[in-house]
T-cell receptor, first 109, second 117 residues
Framework: GQNIDQPTEMTATEGAIVQINCTYQ??????LFWYQQHAGEAPTFLSY??LDGLEEKGRFSSFLSRSKGYSYLLLKELQMKDSASYLC??????????WGAGTKLIIKP | GAVVSQHPSRVICKSGTSVKIECRSL??????MFWYRQFPKQSLMLMAT?????????EQGVEKDKFLINHASLTLSTLTVTSAHPEDSSFYIC?????????????FGPGTRLTVL
């Protein structure tokens, strides 16, 4: 079957760094996406990885290892507004997105 | 670019009524749109994949006669919740895929919060 695993909840301190991991098992692979979702709002796109390695975009970076079925989202210089759920999604062989359950990130002052 | 709108943003209705939700891609053509449902503190659940000009593909457990999907044009898909009941109260989100882009990112609408009394 297809499976996306990510931690349910994480807590971090304002100004710190946090890494949210995602492991996946899917039928085929057409890219891995990270989305941010604030409570009561729709998801917004953060990053896309299709090749192994690190993609950096400002305070956010995303890493992919296809051989390990593993990705992480790295958030630096955390701000209170970063408190949200972070969703990992993988495009399968049909280009459907298979979604993880999301990681709720709580930022404390 | 790649903006998706949804209407209405919020709807409250009585049990037994039908509710139509519209999803529009404003600045690109979307041959494929997706309808999701999200209950509080849960992840997105794909309900169906809507393809322009053809019947929607429903996920297992989703009643196609209850959740009617129409994708009549390259920029519009509609979801009609027929004979809504309180258990249908949820956050409904559509997304659209822009095949003009290099990768299959989905662009999300802002969502519709449905409350059935």
């Amino acid at each position: 079957g297809q499976n996306i695993d990510q931690p349910t909840e994480m807590t971090a301190t304002e100004g710190a760094i946090v890494q949210i991991n995602c492991t996946y098992q899917t039928s085929g692979f057409n890219g891995l996406f990270w989305y941010q979702q604030h409570a009561g709002e729709a998801p917004t796109f953060l990053s896309y990885n299709v090749l192994d390695g690190l993609e950096e975009k400002g305070r956010f970076s995303s890493f992919l290892s296809r051989s390990k079925g593993y990705s992480y989202l790295l958030l630096k210089e955390l701000q209170m507004k970063d408190s949200a759920s972070y969703l990992c999604a993988v495009g399968d062989s049909n280009y459907q997105l298979i979604w993880g359950a999301g990681t709720k990130l709580i930022i404390k002052p | 670019g790649a903006v998706v709108s949804q209407h209405p943003s919020r709807v409250i209705c009585k049990s037994g009524t039908s509710v139509k939700i519209e999803c529009r891609s404003l600045d690109f053509q979307a041959t494929t749109m997706f309808w999701y449902r999200q209950f509080p503190k849960q992840s997105l659940m794909l309900m169906a994949t809507s393809n322009e000009g053809s019947k929607a593909t429903y996920e297992q457990g989703v009643e196609k006669d209850k959740f009617l999907i129409n994708h009549a044009s390259l920029t519009l898909s509609t979801l009609t919740v027929t004979s809504a009941h309180p258990e249908d109260s949820s956050f409904y989100i559509c997304s659209a895929r822009d095949f003009g882009r290099d990768y299959n990112e989905q662009f999300f609408g802002p969502g519709t919060r449905l409350t059935v009394l």
